[in-house]
Nanobody, 120 residues
Framework: VQLQASGGGLVQAGGSLRLSCVAS????????MGWYRQAPGKQRELVAI???????NYADSVKGRFTISRDNAKNTVYLQMNSLNVADTAVYYC???????????????WGEGTQVTVSS
């Protein structure tokens, strides 16, 4: 099982980016999917998470600016980021709770991360 994130880049403050993350491999089911970020010198923090049914939870710092969504048929999670500011600069990691084919339990998987840089 692999998670492949894309969509990061350099953007000016006030701009927008859309991140995507595709899960692939021998997947039986995917529970939660989410995005975390880690800025230099800081701990990794939750940005947003979405359950299989579509329930969402956001960090207070991104509420009203970021929107998480998923396409279960494509095993893909998205993060639409609007009104970006310098404080959003970080490496963004996708995360998913995945049950593999032939397994009886769910494990957490992580993507490699995609850099988001917001310039002032």
């Amino acid at each position: 099982v692999q998670l492949q994130a894309s969509g990061g880049g350099l953007v000016q403050a006030g701009g927008s980016l859309r991140l995507s993350c595709v899960a692939s491999g021998s997947i039986l089911s995917i529970n939660h999917m989410g995005w975390y970020r880690q800025a230099p010198g800081k701990q990794r923090e939750l940005v947003a998470i979405i359950g299989r049914s579509g329930s969402t939870n956001y960090a207070d710092s991104v509420k009203g600016r970021f929107t998480i969504s998923r396409d279960n048929a494509k095993n893909t999670v998205y993060l639409q980021m609007n009104s970006l500011n310098v404080a959003d600069t970080a490496v963004y990691y996708c995360n998913a709770g995945i049950r593999r084919v032939g397994s009886s339990y769910t494990m957490d998987y992580w993507g490699e991360g995609t850099q988001v840089t917001v310039s002032s």
